[in-house]
């Protein structure tokens, strides 16, 4: 089943879960509103890129809400700022595809956070993204 989530400043993106439990689990650290929606084919383009961008959105605050809790060292945060500063300007134009590569492309661990795991569960949940696009 394809969900809608959005986030309290409306943006919205959409991703497929087996159930709302699923759903719930993904993004249960953001504020959200999680509705069960239609097929992502009938979605207008505009729609499509909105969601790609708010998804890459809701992933870059994941990101940052993982490097908080963290405790990340000034020189920890330049290292990941540098490592993913490409990322973060693919992500701002919902490049979803660039953006799987481009973190792919990365050999962790980057500082003592980003590890081999959070990459994988990145691109997890990016292809998990890209399945109904």
Do not use: H, W
């Amino acid at each position: 089943m394809v969900y809608k989530f959005t986030k309290q400043d409306n943006s919205f993106f959409y991703m497929s879960f087996s159930d709302i439990e699923d759903a719930s689990n993904f993004s249960n650290n953001i504020e959200k509103i999680i509705e069960e929606t239609y097929n992502f084919s009938t979605i207008p383009e505009s729609e499509k890129l909105e969601s790609d961008k708010a998804f890459l959105l809701f992933m870059m605050d994941r990101f940052i809400y993982l490097n908080r809790l963290e405790s990340v060292t000034s020189a920890e945060s330049v290292e990941l700022l540098t490592s993913f500063s490409s990322i973060k300007q693919l992500s701002e134009v919902g490049a979803v595809p660039e953006v799987y590569g481009s973190i792919q492309a990365l050999v962790p661990p980057i500082g003592r956070v980003y590890t081999s795991e959070r990459q994988q569960d990145d691109l997890d949940k990016i292809l998990a993204y890209m399945a109904i696009r």
